[in-house]
């Protein structure tokens, strides 16, 4: 047979220190009701009508021997509620309510029979009004309360994958709808909120960024992809003209996509590389 252990000590008018042989809790309140913490089961609510018998107790949030369901896997800077600290307000939790009611009819009911515990029930109960309405002010002000973060990580996410693609791929299709896939991304954060939330910066900036950065992006594109062309045109005996002018058919394609730069920069680049043939031919001759 096991042995049990429970101590319950007070500390303070209304409040109680309960101590067990596996877990340590505290207690407020009184018999009009109160709340109390245990180590090992959690957060409890309890009120109760007088002179009826009747009373209600909650569990409020979650033990540590809860389970909650698995969620998706989510793209490292993802963000999140508690990261841009997007939190309703405490007086919108109907348990924050309840407890805080709770704490004022027992502190007003123990008017006249105890004025240790009327003191602590009124005194406790109107500083959580008072942190309540703080909350509320606090979320009210909040640029970010309106923000649908599940759709936001999901263009994040789009973007960053893109913006990867973009910047390593010798596909030329890959690369010119994953540039568009990242801008169009960019451009729906961006009309979601212009809080510097993209890697500490604005969504604004990432279009911003994107649009200035296109030649640039394109034409070490177009160095990739005419370095790969290149090697595998060198590597055949004949033909290798013909393969080179893969290169200008193929992104000949997507001219409408390009800048005046990134076509001026590929036809040097498609020179180039004729001109490289041309001399082996010499060379050879």
Known sequence: MGIRYRKSVKIAPGVKLNIGKQSVGIGIGG???GISYN???GTRARVSAPG???SYTTKVGNSKRSTTKAKPPQPDNAIRNDSIK???PLIAKWWYVLITIMLLIGGFGNIGSNAGAAVFGIGLGAFLVFAGISSYKKYKNNPLKDLDIESFNRYLQIFDESFKIVAETI???TFFVRYNEALNSAESMSAMTNQPIVHGD???NAVQALKDRQTELTNAFLDRY???IRMKAFELTRGRKGKLETFMLITSEYDDAMTSDSKAYRDKL????LEKIEEEKTFSI
């Open 39 to 41: 180590t090992k089961t």
């Open 31 to 33: 018999k009009y009701g």
């Open 270 to 273: 498609y020179a180039d590389m």
């Open 171 to 173: 596909e030329p299709e």
């Open 86 to 88: 997007v939190q309703k």
């Open 202 to 204: 604005t969504p604004q």
């Open 52 to 54: 009826t018998g009747l």
């Open 226 to 228: 005419a370095k790969d």
